[in-house]
């Protein structure tokens, strides 16, 4: 089972667009898939038409009173599976921190008896730099982190990379892609293409800023299920084809 | 019922498919957008062959397996009667004759069922093409809570079979399946289905259903006798039944014996010859005096004209085992006598198919089938004396206390003849016991047939292994007649015959304690409690 987190600290990156056609994608090459919907706010869920609810709420999860598997559904695609967000996630740093001994593994340990059961993992976090983002770090095999072409979007970028390498033990993989990039723009193309030519995990693939992406939510379907035709399923289909060579 | 079928249900008619189709959707819109899914999961066309032996070795070991044809090959299905899985296996393609599960190549199911069904061939027992449309049913959200699959399915029954080539339209099926999460929602759907006028649960599985469309129903072939008779029954119908059967079983077996499909036809087509045979001399009392006496020479042609194959079919089926007990040979050097042995196998299959195909074997069957049937059918002043019990009483008594003399005669001293001659009288003891089965007590009919199958363990040992080892010595010699057999060979096959010989004297050793088991005291204590307890 392979662990993908898209995370950023920043919100309205469009982490959650790419963490549901990722994890379609996913699924439509025949791995069974699961998105777990990390994001209070319940984006991911609403966008699978799942409500944004889990009986007992994250602190069953955390706690263990409720496996992991009695929380999810399934969605309308083969493979693929979602565990809802909550709204008590929005404490989730608190129940986290009162798991008992190491907290920042503690993601990690719930995720581990799903191993027999999914091939892919995609974790859709909520934007924070909080010990919810730092269970996430630890659990993950791959870190996406969606940018936005500006000089500050890469200076994040920076200092995840530097807190990530001083991590004992298990690091995870950090593969940054640009996100909602518009190629009017000139810095947009002069930070695309000078990063992507300066940073090896930054990947060739961009994600351009479109409407149609801005439709999911009113389709309440990833974009490669409703226009799978468009420049921004090809793109998706672009990305998970270069993330997904490397596992 | 189990879960799983408790969610599927079936039209009752396939003429009056469109609308319980129509009334189904009506039904689920009352709670669900009704919603058709044309490319999910599943759906198009699905063709399945549902494969088993002759004489269901895998259904009566509560098994089914399933053909699954894909675009490249397919897979091997194995499950539980129930439906849960067991065992998969992807293979290339199936063969279009029925194949050896040791033919497969290894895999899961393969080790699962290879000793199960040996030596017997699987065989194509239904083919079912279905056509699958997929609809998805919608909660207030537009998300898919349940599905509905619906199953338009033609089966045929392949050649070789029973029912071969009838073709037969199943009503539509119809199958909710539950989305992750959302159990609920399925147990609506299908609460909503069973108030369906024209829809009810579905009581069979697919395979099941296909075979009751078919005429057919699962084991319905045995080797077994199991004729309807009854104790009252006048002796010359319940014969006339008996001898039915065992004609059934012989014409059941011809084609599988015709296509060489495997070794087993042929055996359960000479038993149902042997039993015949013996039936004609043991009960023929009350047939016709004309008819027993032109049918036992006829039978007795049958039986002669299958021997030579069934022989070479017994060294090439125990090949193998034979050559694990070599010492000072190898393996390789008996391999000569193993293409000698298929050579002449396929010499003697053509004679057979002959024999087989011709009019004398024609006439036996239709004829005799006409005779039987007028005996058992014809109304009108017959005798009613003897009843079936009072036949089965006297002959199985008399014949019981013929092999108590017999076998009490038989010393160290005594020559391999009394031995052979003793066995043949148990056997014909063990057709009678068979014959009128369904007359005696089970409990003590299993007790007297158990004593017995020991003492035929015993002799049928003693006897193979001296007919075997004559049998090597006269293939050594037709080997060496057409320049086939090496040095290497010969002495292998010497090897061979001195293993037989050793085996023959211990079963003489054996004898007298499994003679004196089925004669002694306690042995007629039983077959006196099967006699006199029967109804």
Known sequence: MKIFATYNIKGGVGKTTAAVNLAYLSAADGCRTLLWDLDPQGAASFLFRVKPRVKGGGKALIRGTKALDDAIKGTDFDHLDLLPADFTYRNMDLLLDDAGARPTRKLARLLKPLAAEYDHVFLDCPPSISLVSENVMHAADVLLVPLIPTTLSVRTLDQLTEFVAGFNGHRPQVRAFFSMVDRRKKLHQEITRDLQAERPGVAATPIPALSVIERMSVERAPVSAFAPRSVAARAYRALWSEISKDI | ?535
């Open chain 2, 1 to 535: 019922m189990t879960a799983a079928n408790l969610r599927e249900f079936v039209a009752d008619t396939p003429a009056e498919e469109d609308s319980t189709l129509a009334a189904a959707h009506s039904a689920l819109s009352q709670a669900f957008t009704v919603m058709e899914e044309p490319g999910a999961a599943g759906c198009g066309t699905c063709r399945r062959t549902w494969l088993d032996t002759f004489d269901w070795r895998l259904y009566k070991a509560g098994l089914t397996l399933e053909f699954e044809q894909t675009r490249r090959g397919g897979r091997l299905l194995l499950s539980k009667a129930d439906g849960t899985p067991q065992a998969e296996q992807s293979v290339t393609r199936w063969p279009r004759r029925p194949g050896l599960a040791e033919d497969l190549p290894d895999g899961p199911v393969r080790d699962r069922i290879l000793v199960l069904t040996s030596p017997r061939a699987l065989l194509p027992i239904v083919k079912a093409v279905s056509t699958v449309s997929v609809t998805r049913l919608l909660n207030v959200d537009g998300k898919t809570v349940a599905r509905l699959v619906t199953e338009r399915v033609t089966v045929t029954a392949p050649p070789g079979n029973i029912a071969a080539d009838t073709t037969a339209e199943l009503p539509p099926r119809l199958a909710v399946t539950e989305v992750r999460g959302y159990p609920g929602q399925a147990r609506r759907a299908v609460a909503l289905l069973a108030g369906v006028p024209g829809v009810s649960h579905a009581s069979q599985g697919l395979f099941t259903a296909a075979l009751t469309a078919l005429g057919r129903h699962p084991a319905d072939y045995t080797s077994g006798v199991d004729a309807e008779i009854t104790a009252a029954m006048p002796a010359p119908v319940a014969v006339a039944r008996l001898l039915l059967r065992l004609l059934d079983t012989m014409e059941l077996n011809v084609p599988g014996v015709l296509r060489d499909i495997d070794t087993e036809f042929l055996h359960d087509f000479r038993v149902a010859v042997r039993r015949t045979r013996s039936a004609i001399k043991l009960l023929g009392q009350v047939l016709p005096a004309d008819l027993a006496g032109h049918y036992k020479t006829e039978f007795k042609w049958l039986g002669d004209v299958t021997t030579p194959i069934r022989d070479l079919d017994v060294h090439l089926l125990g090949f193998d085992a034979m050559t694990e007990q070599l010492v000072a040979a190898s393996p390789a050097d008996l391999e000569p006598l193993r293409a000698f042995l298929a050579r002449r196998r396929a010499r003697e299959f053509r004679r057979l198919a002959a024999a087989l195909r011709g009019p004398r074997f024609r006439a036996i069957t239709q004829d005799w089938r006409k005779a039987l049937l007028e005996l058992r059918d014809v109304d009108g002043p017959r005798r009613r004396r003897p009843t079936a019990a009072e036949l089965a009483l006297s002959t199985t008594g008399r014949s019981f206390r013929r092999i108590v003399a017999q076998g009490g005669a038989i010393t160290p001293a005594s020559p391999p003849e009394s031995l052979h001659d003793l066995r043949k009288r148990a056997k014909e003891l063990r057709y009678l016991l068979e014959f009128f089965a369904p007359l005696h007590d089970p409990v003590a009919y299993r007790k007297v047939v158990s004593d017995l199958k020991q003492l035929q363990d015993c002799l049928g040992e003693f006897q193979d292994d001296e007919v075997q080892r004559h049998e090597i010595s006269e293939l050594a010699d037709a080997m060496l007649a057409e320049r086939a057999a090496p040095a290497a060979t010969l002495l292998a096959m010497g090897e061979i015959a001195a293993n037989l010989a050793v085996g023959q004297a211990e079963a003489r050793a054996e004898f007298a304690a499994r003679f004196g088991r089925f004669a002694g005291p306690a042995g007629r204590e039983r077959v006196r409690v099967l006699l006199e307890g029967r109804p």
